[in-house]
């Protein structure tokens, strides 16, 4: 068996595809976490609750409603992303022009909210969410059997990732956006509805994130802490993209879900740190991140 | 001003944070609980479990020696330090008689630390580092449900004389996970099995996948899992989902009936697993689960049921020594024989470890299961003294 570095090619190429699973939830978490920042300037601590939140809707869809998954995928992040909306309308948006602890300090305290009462409800050890009939084949990949469920989370997320980073970008809608974070007021005197439009921005962040939640259900059991673990190390993929910088979530997202996987075979017990010793030699090598502008 | 402000703020919120302060008055036997109340394994014991304390306590009649039985609970929050303070602040402060010690070795390790200086007596619950019997053992502390030494004679030995004989371990990397997995490799290596290897896993990883696929390439023929909770959970369904259940067969070293609740039964199904304690045993453990489930909405683990029995234990030794005393509720457990709907002739042993019955199980298949919570059945049931196999002389309280 031909080797790379000791390490068998079947094994090198089944763990890149495995970090590219990881890698697409980091990318789809972290590309929520840059649009938010880059177009309103919140840190968002409350991401990996509503990517809980995300899964919850799914599961609970399924148990009392008999939402099948493929509807669940469009009405969870709908009804997350509304919710989304209706605490940047009714909470954020007194703190905008205050310190950006403000509202990292009031997300990360709806954090723990959001978990301490799905706890309360639900319990910690969770439940689980079967995979969709269609989806539930396997992959032979000849170097490695490949769930079907796994390769599809792959291809949605590079598809959601590519078309977000599109429209923001890309197109008109993209422009007013990135003007209405440039020159609120000026935008405004063009007869644009700012508001509606920074509104708007954090309820698609935050469907994003559900979007990534109910993703996740069939691969991990669905409980209050699913989200509480990820969300630090997704903070860390957007500081080693660069602040707000979109491609850069999704472009370091893939990369460290990979990184991480070589690290489970070469080192397994540095598996959790090692996205922090990245973003520690970033920080002090390249201050803005990776794809930031200084 | 400002600063000053905040400084108040702070201040306030640190002394709201740090809760009523009830020093009890010396009238009271206060047993103290401290387990993880809302982390991974807080479905284990948690919250139920200091329910079930309550409720030992007034089927004892909610008094002792005359004296009012108080309870107090807090979180550990699985971390070692908050544990130990804990239950020093209580020891200094309340007057604790008894501690009552949940999940997780490290946080219980260093509790029984806690429990030798303050000669205050501790029953490990929830734990099951075998080392709070060995090299961590001290006058004050019991291991009263399972411990890894017990675990580990149950499933891999029931598995290794089924002719699985080569093992690969997906190990939680800490001090419950590296205890569990040298007491299987050793019952492994006894029953002429081989140990082909391991990964070292950080606890609450999100993804196993790469690990297991790492377990297949070993060619073993066990996936051992010494991991528990969600870590248990998520690595068998990882396994099922990648078809490594296929060619390899898992061996729970540690699961719990909540855990095969998640799971469900369609992949838990065939699972070899040790337990202390079933609800479905006898008319004993169904009438105590019938009275849990009412409260709790779902079946009692082994820990739940081990709570109940400890506190009883414990206040039916303070009754017949006569005193709270440390030293002389020590001697008379250790003289006592355990009969209730936990164990029938449980004893506790000089090192502090409870030898009482285990029993080796199977998951049932959906097929064999008949009403809701019917998923085991029963394999093998060990004597105490098999599963907890003889003294090591590593506690020096029990020498050789």
Redesign the interface.
Known sequence: MSTVLGIPVPVILGQLTLGLVNGSFYALLSLGLAVIFGLMGVVNFAHGAFYTLGAFAALLGLQYLGINYWVALLLAPLAVGLLGVLVERLLLRHLYGLDPLYGLLLTFGLALIVQGSLHQVFGASGQSYPVPESLSGVLNLHFMYLPLYRAWVILASVVVCFSTWFVIERTPLGATLRAATENAPLLQAFGVNVPLLVAATYGGGVALAALAGVLASPVVLVNSHMGTELVIVVFAVVVIGGMGSILGAIVSGLVLGVVEGFTKVIYPEASNIVVFVIMALVLVLRPAGLFGRE | MRSSRWTIAFGAATFLAAGPHSAHAADSVVIGDIDDM??????VE?AAGADVINMAIADFGGTVLGRKIVVMTADHQNKPDIGASKFREWADQDGLNLLLGGSNTGVNIAMAKVAAAKKVPFIVIGAGGASLTNEDCTAYSVHYVYDTTALANGTATAMVNAGNKTWFYVTA?YAFGTQLQNAASKVVETHGGKNVGA????L????F???L??AQ?SGAQVLGLANA??DF??SL??AN???ITRTMKPAALLAFI??I????LK?AQGLVLTTAWYWDLNDETRAFAKRFFAKENRQPTMDQAGVYSATLTYLRAVKTAGTTDGDKVMAQLKKDKINDMFTRGGYIRADGAMIHDMYVMQVKTPQESKYPWDYYKVIRKMSGEEAFGPVTGLCPLAPK
């Open positions: 809302s982390g991974v394994y807080a479905d948690g990397d990964v070292r896993v950080p609450g990883a999100a993804d996948s790469s690990f696929l790492q390439a909770g969600t959970s998520n369904k990882a989902e990648f078809g909540t855990d609740h998640s799971l469900g992949t």
